[in-house]
Structure formats: structure tokens, C-alpha cells
Antibody, heavy 119, light 108 residues
Framework: QLQESGSGLVTPSQTLSLTCGVSGASVSGAIFSWNWIRQQPGKGLEWLASISHRGDTSYNPSVKSRVTISVDKPKNQFSLRLQSVTAADTAVYYC?????????????WGQGALVTVSS | SSELTQPPSVSVSPGQTATITCSSDALPKQYVHWYQQKPGQAPVVVMYKDNERPSGIPERFSGASSGTTATLTITGVQAEDEADYYCQSADSGGASPIFGVGTKVTVL
């Protein structure tokens, strides 16, 4: 089970922060990677970031200069930070668990968190 | 970089067969997965590793992949199958996941 939490309203130029609580699996497990995907209103799915159990990170070039993904092993959760947000970052953000060796198969999804960027 | 090409829309009558294609030069080397998304809901896996159906997904859903094209087929479409369908794979090097733009399936 994956559950997103964080601020639903962010001011332009500020930082978006989301956390994904994980239950039923350990973020330290070697099989999975932990990912963030977003969906802008009326648009398709966009992968943003990934982190492995070793802490190796990978980012979509479209947001790479602004995004950070991290893992908190004691709390069994992972987080996303997106800096310098604009209205274009308004989206539903999903945290997901993936199987990297199967072409990053997103086998489990959170319910999604709507984040609105507005003053 | 690799891209996944899907038709924007497919229309089908109830009981007929819907076929959604997904094309990319990366597919000969990568698996394809398919996600169904209904309005206001998170995506749900309907097919993974080209042709593996998760438990709970009806048998009318099937998948195949050959060369640079993967296909999701819904045989005997039902009204509840109306949704957006996204294919997903990885770039040719396998480093990054990629999504198709999505196909809206309309049941007439």
C-alpha cells in the first residue's frame, strides 16, 4: 500500500513537497524502486523520479534541475521535492513501486495527491 | 530518446473487439505494460511483461508484443472498459521509464 501526503496548495516559486508512506513492503528491499509520476490536468502520465534501495536516483530531464527524491528508511517512506514551481506543475502526483528489471513495471500505485500551484 | 506511439482514440461497440497499439524502436529489447485509468482514479495495471494478466483482470484483456509494436486487445468489450489506456516501457537502454500518450477507448 502506498499513500501520498503533503501540501495540496503551493505558492508559485516555492517548493512542492510530498511524502509517500509505504506499508506491506520495505523501502530497503532490493527488488523494487520507488517512483513519482504526475498527471497534469487533462494530460497523460509523466514519470518524474526514481530511487533504488541503495539510494541511486534517476530523474526525468524535464524536471531534473528542480527535483529531488529521497528515502527515509526508519520511517519506511520516500519523498519528492520540486523547487521553483509554476502553474505548469499543477498536477495529481502518484507515488509508485516499480520493478526495474522488468522495464520499470509500475506494479503498485498510490491513490494520488492533487497539488495546485497558485498564489 | 525513445517514444511510445499510441492512437489517441479507439471506438468500439459493446461485444466487439478493441485493439490498441503501442510502437517504439525500444520494444524489441524492453517489456511493455498497460494501465487502465478511469476518470478521477489512479491507473490500474491490466497487462504486464507484454502478455501477463494480473489477478482480478478479466480474461477478455490480452496482450502481445512483436518487433517494434505491442498490442492490447479487449475481446468482447463491455461498457465498464471505457477508459484511458497507457502503454509503458523503458528507453532503449532501459535506464528510464516512458509512457505512451494514452488511448481513449469509447464504448459506443
Amino acid at each position: 500500500q502506498l499513500q501520498e501526503s503533503g501540501s495540496g496548495l503551493v505558492t508559485p516559486s516555492q517548493t512542492l513537497s510530498l511524502t509517500c508512506g509505504v506499508s506491506g513492503a520495505s523501502v530497503s528491499g532490493a527488488i523494487f524502486s520507488w517512483n513519482w509520476i504526475r498527471q497534469q490536468p487533462g494530460k497523460g502520465l509523466e514519470w518524474l523520479a526514481s530511487i533504488s534501495h541503495r539510494g541511486d536516483t534517476s530523474y526525468n530531464p524535464s524536471v531534473k534541475s528542480r527535483v529531488t527524491i529521497s528515502v527515509d528508511k526508519p520511517k519506511n517512506q520516500f519523498s519528492l521535492r520540486l523547487q521553483s514551481v509554476t502553474a505548469a506543475d499543477t498536477a495529481v502526483y502518484y507515488c509508485t513501486r516499480a520493478v526495474p528489471k522488468w522495464s520499470h513495471y509500475f506494479e503498485s500505485w498510490g491513490q494520488g495527491a492533487l497539488v495546485t500551484v497558485s498564489s | 530518446s525513445s517514444e511510445l506511439t499510441q492512437p489517441p482514440s479507439v471506438s468500439v461497440s459493446p461485444g466487439q473487439t478493441a485493439t490498441i497499439t503501442c510502437s517504439s524502436d525500444a520494444l524489441p529489447k524492453q517489456y511493455v505494460h498497460w494501465y487502465q485509468q478511469k476518470p478521477g482514479q489512479a491507473p490500474v495495471v491490466v497487462m504486464y511483461k507484454d502478455n501477463e494478466r494480473p489477478s482480478g483482470i478479466p480474461e477478455r484483456f490480452s496482450g502481445a508484443s512483436s518487433g517494434t509494436t505491442a498490442t492490447l486487445t479487449i475481446t468482447g468489450v463491455q461498457a465498464e472498459d471505457e477508459a484511458d489506456y497507457y502503454c509503458q516501457s523503458a528507453d532503449s537502454g532501459g535506464a528510464s521509464p516512458i509512457f505512451g500518450v494514452g488511448t481513449k477507448v469509447t464504448v459506443l
